[in-house]
């Protein structure tokens, strides 16, 4: 993002200084960016990393007025992190890459006995870092700037290695064994968030994503997920603290602030001024246009009127809101319909 982007991202989440017209940001990877930009395939996305830079350098280019996060994303879809375990990793030509759950894993009664990974060494970790470092000065020449650290979470992670539903299963039947095994992951993730920071001293916000957070109630999130999030958020002096669930945000809403979040993307499904609500005044809201049905599947005209409506819900008051979809931009968003959404939020 420029430095112009990062100071309204900053004025709008940490300072919550109210802005006469909505400020607009869209989570942008791998999703979406290769079949929007139609010259690669998703395969070629991952492969090559000049592909990867004139990809993001397109999307920067067409929409100057929205901030992408967390900008220039560096990853290989959910596979980056499991990959440091010992995860199979599954590709295609044109679908996202999957991570296999580890060998082993399929019981569901006890959750994985894990060793912690060297993060400057581990699967896909090197590659992934050293995409920004060699094309940091292409992004810079361009007025941008890497500004965040970026990790799918603790949950997120351990479903991937063990199964959604075999790591639901071992939280009920095998706590313990459940806290150890996120306390590994949860010392990597912090581990590999400083290593970016080191590495790209520009870097001043951290994002995480988990979307498992949303499949288990406010107890659960109290014990298994908070904790993990508040160390992992807080292993850099960072000035944005942002959380994508855009699965049930209702059962972790209320504790956010409690952990430092001071910016929530979250499922449509929950309307914005239910979500302020319960995340209370001082954390961010980025949301929550239908990004499937509407975004994706809508006409200009239907995206016009649902960011309208939003608008009008929130009666012009855009403290501490960014305008944007319920979850990262799906495949399908076409130039027409995001541009759209920019024009009707810019009035």
């Known amino acids: 993002m420029t430095n112009e982007q990062w100071e309204k991202l900053l004025?709008?989440?940490?300072?919550?200084?109210?802005?006469?017209?909505?400020?607009?940001?869209?989570?942008?990877?791998?999703?979406?960016?290769?079949?929007w930009s139609g010259k690669a395939s998703i395969l070629d996305y991952f492969a090559s990393e000049q592909v990867w830079l004139e990809t993001n350098l397109a999307a920067v280019r067409t929409f100057p007025e929205a901030v992408f996060l967390p900008g220039f994303w560096s990853e290989y879809g959910m596979c980056t992190e499991p990959s440091a375990f010992g995860a199979q990793l599954i590709w295609h030509e044109n679908e996202l890459p999957f991570a296999a759950a580890l060998s082993g894993a399929g019981t569901g009664e006890r959750a994985l006995k894990l060793s912690k990974p060297d993060v400057t060494s581990a699967g896909l970790?090197?590659?992934?870092?050293?995409?920004?470092?060699?094309?940091?000065?292409?992004?810079?020449?361009?007025?941008?700037?890497?500004?965040?650290?970026?990790?799918?979470?603790?949950?997120?992670?351990?479903?991937?290695?063990?199964g959604t539903t075999e790591l639901l299963i071992a939280m009920q039947l095998d706590p313990d064994g459940t806290q150890e095994m996120l306390e590994v992951i949860t010392a990597f993730l912090a581990e590999w968030i400083k290593l970016q920071a080191a590495t790209i001293p520009s870097i001043r916000g951290v994002l995480l994503l988990d979307d498992i957070i949303g499949f288990i109630g406010p107890e659960d999130v109290a014990t298994y997920a908070m904790p993990s999030l508040k160390r992992v958020?807080?292993?850099?002096?960072?000035?944005?603290?942002?959380?994508?669930?855009?699965?049930?945000g209702l059962s972790c809403a209320e504790q956010l602030a409690d952990v430092g979040v001071n910016l929530f993307n979250f499922s449509f499904e929950h309307p914005i001024d239910e979500m302020r609500k319960l995340v209370g005044p001082e954390v961010g809201l980025l949301g929550n246009i239908p990004p499937r049905d509407v975004l994706a599947a809508g006409t200009p005209e239907q995206v016009r009127r649902c960011v309208a409506e939003q608008k009008q819900t929130l009666d012009g008051d855009f403290t501490r809101v960014i305008f944007s979809c319920g979850g990262g931009l799906p495949p399908g968003v076409s130039t027409a319909n995001l541009r759209a959404f920019l024009e009707e939020a810019g009035k």
Request: glycine share 8%.
């Open 233 to 248: 958020f807080g292993a850099i002096d960072a000035d944005i603290r942002f959380l994508h669930n855009d699965a049930n």
């Open 11 to 35: 004025a709008v989440v940490v300072r919550g200084e109210r802005l006469d017209k909505p400020f607009c940001g869209f989570i942008a990877d791998s999703p979406w960016l290769p079949g």
């Open 125 to 162: 970790l090197p590659f992934t870092l050293q995409r920004l470092v060699r094309a940091r000065p292409a992004i810079e020449a361009e007025g941008h700037t890497i500004r965040f650290a970026v990790a799918r979470g603790p949950l997120n992670i351990a479903s991937f290695l063990m």
